[in-house]
């Protein structure tokens, strides 16, 4: 009989948790019944917003993505940039074409390569400080590299 008891007030324990949770479930939070209230009315009465100069100053004062939550000390000038005023780009070689040679492996002369002293003797395909040698036909070669292309022209003695 002990059984019995026990398994019936389980029963029950349990038939009042659902009860309860279903109580919970459907009923509104606030037991009071909601007033109705006049929302033009309340805009009216609260008070005004912050004016939008004080939140700026307020914000720019705390800077949050300084550790130290001050402004920085020097001014952002982004017409320098970093470092652009110490680092000015390297001037583009003064290339001249001297000579070339004709054949089944023609050559071409070129003088002005970038930290070459003097003449250079280039084939078809050869890169020399970044430049490249792409073609070369009877009086002119192409030269390809640094962003830039260059056609030299065999000048004829006078």
Known sequence: M??????????????G???ASVRAGTSPIDSAAPERRDVRQEAAVSDPPYPVDSLALGIVSRDLFR???????????????EGAATLAPPPRPQLMLRGLVLGDTSRALLEGLPG????????????????RLVAISQAQVRVVGLDTAWTLTLRRPQ
């Open 17 to 19: 948790g659902v009860g």
């Open 2 to 15: 002990t059984q019995a008891w026990f398994e019936m007030a389980l029963w029950l324990l349990i038939a």
């Open 67 to 81: 550790f130290e939550r001050r402004p920085a000390a020097v001014r952002y000038q982004p017409a320098l940039g």
């Open 116 to 131: 070459i002293e003097g003449s250079r003797s280039l084939r078809v395909g050869d890169v020399v400080a970044g430049l």
